[in-house]
């Protein structure tokens, strides 16, 4: 038998995607979305507790995404950010809502010290990625 939990945490966070050709080229323009993460992980030995889970992740996505801004570390509106105190999240790869799952998925494991089985984002009521483990 295999047992899991899922948490599911939500918050607002902006971000812009420079590159993208086509349709997807509005997402250069500077916008936000209320996002939606739901985090299985596995608990076969039953010693995950959800209370400490959910403090552990909600309380760095308060601290790190709530009500920031996810920016690619080239884009020059990094400097208007952080010259004018604004929280703001740097990612090595454009902050796309599969690059976001990924960047959860690490943190949860970096957190509790158990490798999440899944991530799923939700962007908005449209957009979802899901990061699995190998």
């Excluded at 690490?106 to 483990?133: D, F």
């Amino acid at each position: 038998m295999s047992v899991s939990v899922e948490l599911t945490f939500r918050w607002p966070m902006g971000h812009r995607i420079l590159g993208l050709e086509g349709a997807g080229s509005k997402c250069r323009n500077i916008h936000g979305h209320n996002w939606e993460a739901i985090v299985s992980l596995p608990n076969d030995d039953g010693r995950l507790e959800f209370g400490e889970v959910k403090k552990l992740v909600g309380d760095w996505i308060d601290a790190h995404w709530d009500h920031g801004f996810m920016v690619h570390v080239n884009d020059t509106f990094v400097d208007y950010l952080a010259d004018n105190g604004l929280k703001v999240y740097v990612v090595e790869e454009p902050p796309t809502t599969e690059v976001i799952a990924a960047a959860l998925a690490e943190q949860t494991r970096m957190l509790t010290s158990v490798p999440p089985i899944s991530v799923h984002v939700q962007e908005g009521y449209r957009n979802a990625a899901t990061w699995k483990r190998d």
